[in-house]
């Protein structure tokens, strides 16, 4: 292969990660089945857009389960959100989003991860293409770029493909059609399950086709950033090196089917 | 730890987990599927391409085609895994080389061994590991899983097998070993996760035990 993965170095040594208890300040309802946890984390060090943090829940005979959910804030907010979809067979999932109210500790330690991450500075054009709950860390990298200076946005113009199952579970739509912005910010959703007869948009799987008339082309050089099920992940991932993309240039981060 | 557990208000595990907590690392849940996580795109590199490299830190080397390869003494060891992410999977089945051979069949051809070594890929990646780690039975260089080539995705045309550290350490698409004198941190360790990983001790970010 041509094109590597390089990681980038740390300037120093993190110190551990600490288990701290946040506290939910506030619950927003995204889709029927995906909900916000507005969190504040005591002595939280921040984060960088697209990083995931560990969740932990003890039960009263000790038991305790742990998984990992993206970060959907910013980093220059005050708070941490999470955006966490259930999964029926699940076990934490459904306790976040069913049962975990505001006024509630919830244990998490992080921020975790280096590589599937954006700032500013490693600028643009970006690719940012999502299936499902996969959009969240995407998300957070479009809420850091809105937050950056004009001069900024302009540096980095980005082009989103979210893959959902109907308009219904397209989390954070409203937001992301607020964002839009021809042509510095250019969203296309998917609807791969059903969507209403007015809807003139996509509706299937993504596709090379699809892929090829949505994305910026090679000669653009853009960062990608793909994230959902493995499925659309390997089947985009492929399809991206198979256009002309760098593999160096196409990070990944694929959700099992766990929860 | 020292610190009392947080009860998480209202949570209760699943009545229906049956789980041999012997056999779960702390933080860790069964599945019974295969998750796929990488960093990137998945090469996919052609059998007549590949070959595995065992080197030293003076550039003397050996190296097998893929077809050399398969030559070689098999081992079918049935294991558990552990995923960093917080997934184990009990009692995968695999086939492929014991890192033992492979580095007899280097020494016996003038590579000379050392402390620690790298595991190379394709597409880049790196993982670091000691000596100790990779020998005594306890690692394999797979191209079989569960009675079939293994699939790209999970590794494909082979991936290192190190059941007992976290599986990060099990490289994908693995095209060989470098011995080195030093511990060099590999992809993810230099990215906050821990250098070696073990998930019985729960290692695993950097500062973690």
Known sequence: ????????????????????????LDVLNETPRARTLVLDVPQWPGHRAGQHVDVRLVAEDGYQAQRSYSIASPPEDRTVSLTVERLDDGEVSPYLVDELRRGDGLEIRGPIGGYFVWDVAVGGPLL???GGSGIVPLMAMLRRRARADASARAAVPVRVLYSARTPD?????????????????????????????????????IDRTMLESVIWPPSAGPHAFV??????VESVASLLVELGHAASRVRTERFGPTG | MAHEPFIARGFRPRSSRMVDARRLPPGQYETNDFPVLSAGPTPRTPLARWDFTIRDADGRSVRWSWDEFQTLPRDTPTVDIHCVTKWSKFGTKWEGVSVDALIAAAQSRGVASGPFVRAFCDGGYTTNLPLIDVTGGKAWVAFGYEGAALPPEHGGPARLLVPHLYFWK??????????????????????GYHNHGDPWHEQRYQGDP
């Open chain 1, 227 to 232: 994230c959902g099920p493995t499925v659309l």
């Open chain 1, 128 to 130: 940012l293409v999502a």
């Open chain 2, 170 to 191: 099990s490289a994908k698409w693995v095209r060989g070993l470098q011995f080195a004198p030093n511990d060099n941190p590999g992809f993810w360790e230099q990215l």
């Open chain 1, 169 to 205: 579970d397209a989390i954070y739509r409203a937001e992301l059609e607020q964002l839009t912005d021809p042509p510095l910010v250019e969203v296309a959703f998917t609807f791969t399950r059903s969507a209403p007869p007015t809807w003139t948009g996509y509706r299937r799987r």
């Open chain 1, 1 to 24: 292969m041509s094109s590597d993965i390089k990681a980038i170095p740390e300037a120093a040594v993190p110190a551990r990660l600490e288990w701290h208890v946040a506290r939910v």
